[in-house]
């Protein structure tokens, strides 16, 4: 059974609509590689540079903040990772 | 003690179990400071005046413009122009006249912040940038005051509750500066999520449970959808990292 990634709205102009994306991998960082390999255009709306995400990118595990160190966080089979941005308008 | 017309004026809050004439005493000896007047703080100081607290402070920089009437249901169109917290002042008075509304006409910085937020019972974050927002946690954090805190964008939205010392703040999860937007919304969302924040600033104050700790509520208006998230509090947080709740 593959990760599941949940993409953000503003992310799925990236990713030709898909709302979720399932990919393989056993750590964040490889399951966010492997959808970078899907849907290039990806790597640059959410990494700043190599093993750095945007500080508006939020990663969270099984529902829960994979924050800080979220890229070197282990994955298994069936797990769900949400991509969020953060807000900061009132 | 309540009075008379209050008793009237509550009756139906009063009638919730959770609530009571002792829940609506304790909204009434509370006092709330709402940072920001805009398309969150419409929403939550509406909520939190009609609900009977008996102090709140609000505190915005900015006038009334054109662009602000599509999300900023305090400000009319003849208050264009007008200091939003004089603008809001006139109607939530007209809305209970028994709250006490304190206005500044401030921007909220470190210099001041201490004046301006000091001696209130909650902190509500009702602005428009992550930077002032850390100014204002911070502040909370050091000196044991809940936050509630809010962010909106387009039809996107957030709350979260930080109990000092207790729970994650706002910094835990920070990961740099942000660039400051002119972001996009519609009026609903921050309609949503200033309700969520007002509620969950009556809860606290009346000590009922459940609050939105350690728990990011999300809520996505075009899907219709509320999601939330766990966050826990960061040991190396660098505002509230080192600090234990003074009880």
């Known amino acids: ?18 709302e979720v994306v399932s990919v393989e991998g056993k750590t964040v960082r490889e399951c966010l590689n492997n959808l970078i390999k899907q849907y290039p255009k990806l790597e640059k709306a959410l990494f700043a540079k190599k093993d750095k995400l945007h500080n508006n990118i ?23 990772i949400h991509i969020v941005t953060m807000l900061a308008g009132g | 003690m309540l009075s008379e017309t209050e008793k009237v004026r509550y009756d139906r809050q009063i ?30 100081a509406i ?30 169109e003849d208050d264009i122009g007008k200091n939003k917290v004089d603008s809001a002042r006139i109607k939530l008075q007209k809305i209970n006249s028994e ?31 992550l930077a002032t927002r850390y100014i204002i946690n911070r502040f909370a954090v050091e000196n044991n005051i809940p936050f509630f805190h809010g962010a909106v964008r387009g039809f996107e939205g957030r709350a979260m509750t930080i109990l000092p010392g207790k729970t994650a703040c706002l910094r ?11 972001f996009p919304v519609i009026g609903v969302t921050p309609g949503i999520i200033g309700t969520i924040q007002a509620t969950e600033v009556i809860k606290y104050l009346i000590g009922i449970d459940n609050l ?23 040991p190396d947080c660098d505002h509230c990292g080192s ?5």
């Open chain 1, 1 to 18: 059974m593959p990760v599941n990634i949940h993409i953000h709205t503003t992310h799925r102009q990236y990713t030709d609509g898909q």
């Open chain 1, 58 to 80: 939020e990663i969270y595990l099984n529902h829960a903040s994979a924050y800080p160190d979220e890229l070197s966080k282990s994955v298994k089979d069936g797990d769900e």
């Open chain 2, 15 to 44: 009638m919730i179990k959770e609530i009571g004439e002792i829940g609506q005493e304790r909204l009434k000896k509370s006092r709330v400071v709402i940072a920001g007047a805009g398309g969150l703080g419409s929403p939550i």
């Open chain 2, 47 to 76: 909520y939190l005046t009609a609900a009977g607290i008996g102090l709140i402070r609000i505190i915005d920089h900015d006038m009334v413009e054109l662009s602000n009437l599509n999300r900023q249901i305090l400000h009319w």
């Open chain 2, 99 to 129: 709250v006490k509304i304190e206005t500044y006409c401030e921007k909220l910085t470190e210099q001041n912040v201490s004046f301006l937020l000091s001696g209130f019972d909650a902190i509500v974050d009702a602005m428009d940038n």
């Open chain 2, 172 to 182: 835990c999860m920070y990961r740099g500066d942000i660039p400051q937007e002119k």
């Open chain 2, 212 to 234: 939105l700790i350690n728990r990011l509520l999300l809520f996505n208006g075009l899907t219709m959808q509320f999601q939330e998230f766990r966050v826990l509090k960061n």
């Open chain 2, 243 to 247: 600090i234990s709740r003074k009880e």
